[in-house]
């Protein structure tokens, strides 16, 4: 199982869950978060005084999949979230070792 | 009790005869102007709260939002019992060119001709008989004393102390407010005797209120990190319905002004909404051009700016000066928030001085130039008693100079012993933590 990890453009979200459905995944988890990367970060201007905020709003998405569905999810978080404009955010796969639904105590891909 | 009733069915017709009669003689409250004037009042209190306290809090950081609308709220409350006190007396009565006397302190005699048309400064041959009773000139009178201090907040906001800003408020709301109002207002004032127009307070409330924010500003300094820490404002969308209210508001500041529901009116509010409306486009276009991007705080600034200027105009000018008076204010406004604050490097957090003292100068000095002279015409001065021209600017330039001195020396005489006595600004750790919590013990959400 992998952890897959995707730092996106707010108004792309919608754009992703609906990519994600019909590739069978169950459930994510979002969260809105503040960062920079290369985009650095914008200029606000108020009567004159000019404040760069350097940390710019994000959204992150978790999702749990099956190893062998990683290449396929990926594929369609980037095809959903892309707009070839810098800031287009990053995706992180990472190694999950247990996984555990707490309602039933199933385990693992049962749990996914 | 059959004949009594009879008696009083027979007496009626008699009643209905001689009433008539009676009053004739007497001049009489009249309803239409008095509920003009009951709902100014309404308007007027409406623009400090909620208008103000909204449009100030809208600007600040999150941590001190709270303690600026307790600011404007709190000024409401101390300034209604100073006005009744002693603030009203000073201001309204005959007494000399430059200070009321002492016959309505706390009100007395307010109820003697509670019913009666209201005679300013009685028994001089300056008197002025109005159609309202006393009650309604005096409380609209006070939302006018209540939103002048008030609008001084903007220029300390983020840093003053609590028990230092009531104490501020009480002592310049006496020495400062009611004297001026006295001088441009009443009728044996002095200002008012040289000929200086100011239909709604472009001396008296804006002038005035933005010079002594000046002082405050230079008196206590920047706040902690000016230039350096994100300033930003919390929440513009506060700001913005803080600013429409003071725009519907100041229809009473401005058409209320007339003290009667008449022509004059009429003529104040239609350039109200077009001086204001002007204004907003010019700082916009200003800031478009200038910084690259039209900016939400700024329509509503240059909005605000454009019914500070037009309002000592208003009544005495028609609608194609208006448009001009916006404009200018506009601009003008844009350029001393922007550029002029950060060339001589004060801190007036919300430019109580950039949109009030400027706007107000602006306002003040163009009335002297487009008073059109039949508004103010009567029997004595067929072609009008405000005739735009060099002499009225020159009267305008005369109490312009006048309130800007007066206020700028005893406002810093204030902060001096306000400063002793309680100390101004909050500690350093307090104005980082905010003022909220650190003053009020509360935080929001």
């Known amino acids: 199982m992998k952890l897959i990890m995707a730092i996106i453009k707010p108004f792309k979200l919608d754009d992703v869950r609906e990519a994600l459905t019909p590739l069978g995944v169950q459930g994510l988890t979002v969260s809105e978060v503040k960062g920079f990367g290369r985009q650095k970060g914008q200029t606000e201007i108020y009567r004159g005084a000019e404040y760069h905020v350097n940390f710019i709003p994000k959204v992150k998405i978790e999702v749990v999949v099956p190893a062998d569905r990683v290449e396929q999810v990926v594929e369609a978080i980037i095809k959903a979230a892309r707009t070839d404009k810098i800031g287009d955010g990053k995706i992180f796969v990472l190694d999950v070792a247990r996984v555990v639904r707490i309602r039933t105590g199933e385990t693992n891909i049962d749990a996914l | 009790m059959k004949t009594l009733l009879q008696r009083a069915f027979w007496a009626l017709p008699l009643l209905l005869c001689t009433f008539p009669a009676f009053a004739d003689d007497a001049p009489k409250v009249d309803s239409g102007d008095t509920a003009w004037m009951l709902s100014s009042t309404a308007l007027v209190l409406l623009m400090t709260v909620p208008g103000l306290a909204l449009f100030y809090a809208g600007m600040v950081r999150k941590k001190n939002v709270l303690a600026t609308m307790m600011q404007s709220f709190i000024v409401t409350c101390l300034v209604t019992v100073v006005w009744m006190v002693a603030g009203y007396t000073i201001a309204f009565t005959g007494g000399n060119a430059y200070f009321g006397d002492f016959s309505r302190i706390m009100l007395t005699g307010i109820a003697d001709k509670w019913d009666q048309p209201f005679i300013l400064a009685p028994g001089t041959d300056v008197a002025v008989t109005n159609t309202i009773p006393e009650t309604v000139f005096m409380m609209f009178q006070m939302t006018f004393a209540i939103i002048t201090p008030a ?295």
Not at chain 2, 176 to 203: C, E, K, Q, R
Not at chain 2, 228 to 249: C, E, F, K, Q, R
Not at chain 2, 403 to 413: D, E, F, G, K, S
Request: glycine fraction near 16%; include cysteine; proline fraction near 3%.
């Open chain 2, 151 to 445: 609008l001084i907040t903007g220029a300390f906001a983020d840093r003053m102390k609590f028990s230092a800003l009531c104490a501020f408020m009480v002592l310049w709301s006496l020495f400062v407010y009611s004297p001026i109002a006295h001088w441009v207002w009443a009728p044996t004032g002095w200002l008012n005797a040289l000929g200086a127009a100011d239909f709604a307070g472009g001396t008296v409330v804006h002038i005035n209120a933005g010079v002594a924010g000046l002082m405050c500003a230079l008196v206590m300094g920047k706040r902690l990190g000016y230039g350096t820490d994100n300033m930003a404002p919390y929440n513009v969308g506060l700001a913005v319905i803080g600013a429409s209210l003071l725009w519907v508001g100041w229809f009473g500041f401005n058409a209320g002004s007339a003290t009667a529901a008449n022509g004059r009116a009429g003529m104040a509010m239609a350039v109200t909404q077009i001086a204001t409306a002007a204004a907003a486009l010019g700082w916009m276009a200003a800031e478009w051009i200038s910084k690259g991007k039209p900016s939400v705080l700024g329509a509503i600034s240059g909005a605000v700016a454009g019914l500070v200027a037009i309002t000592p105009a208003s009544g005495f000018v028609i609608p194609g000066p208006a448009l001009i008076i916006g404009i200018a204010a506009g601009v003008g406004c844009f350029w001393a928030s922007t550029w002029l604050k950060h060339l001589l490097g004060y801190d007036d957090s919300l430019d109580a001085f950039g949109v009030h003292g400027i706007g107000g100068i602006i306002g003040a000095l163009l009335t002297g130039v487009f008073a059109y002279g039949p508004l103010t015409a009567d029997k004595d001065h067929p072609d009008g008693i405000y005739i735009g021209g060099l002499e009225q600017l020159g009267h305008q330039a005369v109490a312009v100079g006048a309130t800007i001195t007066y206020t700028a020396v005893v406002t810093l005489l204030i902060l001096l012993v306000v400063g002793v006595l309680f100390g101004l600004r909050v500690t350093e750790e307090e104005e980082r933590e905010g003022l909220d919590i650190a003053l009020h013990g509360e935080r929001l959400g």
